[in-house]
T-cell receptor, first 119, second 110 residues
Framework: GAVVSQHPSWVICKSGTSVKIECRSL??????MFWYRQFPKQSLMLMAT?????????EQGVEKDKFLINHASLTLSTLTVTSAHPEDSSFYIC???????????????FGPGTRLTVL | QQPVQSPQAVILREGEDAVINCSSS?????VHWYRQKHGEAPVFLMI?????EQKGHDKISASFNEKKQQSSLYLTASQLSYSGTYFC???????????FGTGTRLKVLA
């Protein structure tokens, strides 16, 4: 199957600093990628849709100025958490859809996730 | 709007069966099922497309009723490795957006 990588796998930072998380599709091109956030014992909540060559689409309640998304190429999307605070500590996961060759459905391929801890 | 799963949690003995339901308030184009172990990313189990499809492999199967906007995951003769949190993922008709359900925590005991 297709592979999506994330970097870093975990990060600890001080309050007020910015953290960048990278999501790469290693063996296919992804014009769209999704960013999710998951708090302990909760579901994955869609934060935003990253679009290559255009602005990201944010879900209601997600601050676009705080969570900067850049989709610079067909294989890379980055999420930057600016001025991070302890309440931003969470598990961040990206996914990239790839259309099946014989049908029009999209299978989602997930990165391994990044655990962010803000002190 | 996030699909609702039921039950929220279930505890089984090894060898018992379980059913997890996923219900959406919006029209669905497809339903995906995932299992997530603690601290890991979700692992894809299967996808069902509209058309009343049923699918399965090994002892895990699923059905999709597009008219009712519901899907069910069936786990038969559960194994210890089935423990984890199960999520349905839905892609609405005419939308590229992918949303996860509320999740069902499943624990299989020896």
């Amino acid at each position: 199957g297709a592979v999506v990588s994330q970097h870093p796998s975990w990060v600890i930072c001080k309050s007020g600093t910015s953290v960048k998380i990278e999501c790469r599709s290693l063996d296919f091109q992804a014009t769209t990628m999704f960013w999710y956030r998951q708090f302990p014992k909760q579901s994955l909540m869609l934060m935003a849709t990253s679009n290559e060559g255009s602005k990201a689409t944010y879900e209601q309640g997600v601050e676009k100025d705080k969570f900067l998304i850049n989709h610079a190429s067909l294989t890379l999307s980055t999420l930057t958490v600016t001025s991070a605070h302890p309440e931003d500590s969470s598990f961040y996961i990206c996914s990239a859809p790839r259309t099946s060759g014989w049908s029009s459905y999209n299978e989602q391929f997930f990165g391994p996730g990044t655990r962010l801890t803000v002190l | 709007q996030q699909p609702v799963q039921s039950p929220q949690a279930v505890i089984l003995r090894e060898g018992e069966d379980a059913v997890i339901n996923c219900s959406s308030s919006k029209a669905l184009y497809s339903v995906h099922w995932y299992r997530q172990k603690h601290g890991e990313a979700p692992v894809f189990l299967m996808i069902l497309l509209k058309g009343g499809e049923q699918k399965g492999h090994d002892k895990i199967s699923a059905s999709f009723n597009e008219k009712k906007q519901q899907s069910s995951l069936y786990l038969t003769a559960s194994q210890l490795s089935y423990s984890g949190t199960y999520f349905c993922g839905t892609e609405g008709t005419g939308t590229y957006k992918y949303i996860f359900g509320t999740g069902t925590r499943l624990k299989v005991l020896a």
